[in-house]
Nanobody, 120 residues
Framework: QVQLVESGGGLVQPGGSLRLSCAAS????????MRWYRQAPGKQRELVAD???????NYVDSVKGRFTISRDNAKNTVYLQMNSLSPEDTAVYYC??????????????WGQGTQVTVSS
């Protein structure tokens, strides 16, 4: 079995920062792309940022210059550093990763989500 476990969410004031972490555990052969999604109340889930195994990154326009995605391949962990947070960033943040178990092809796994609330 493979699990993705997120941490680091919480309540922060506008202009503040948070760092999300997502650790993959289980019997893992390889991890390809890793991503962060978010879903605000009443809105569709959106892709916030992604990172390849080589470290290439992409961001949705609304977070460019404020969020940074990174990963530690030795720890099977992806991070999302979020700075200059605004109430519009309030959402449940989900980790997603393409993971191959030994002898099997890549499958997309999801974390359980972590709540980020930006409010004064």
């Amino acid at each position: 079995q493979v699990q993705l476990v997120e941490s680091g969410g919480g309540l922060v004031q506008p202009g503040g920062s948070l760092r999300l972490s997502c650790a993959a555990s289980g019997t893992i052969f390889s991890i390809n792309q890793m991503r962060w999604y978010r879903q605000a109340p009443g809105k569709q889930r959106e892709l916030v940022a992604d990172i390849t195994s080589a470290g290439s990154t992409n961001y949705v326009d609304s977070v460019k210059g404020r969020f940074t995605i990174s990963r530690d391949n030795a720890k099977n962990t992806v991070y999302l550093q979020m700075n200059s947070l605004s109430p519009e960033d309030t959402a449940v943040y989900y980790c997603n990763a393409d993971i191959a178990r030994p002898g099997l092809w890549f499958i997309a796994y999801w974390g359980q989500g972590t709540q980020v609330t930006v409010s004064s």
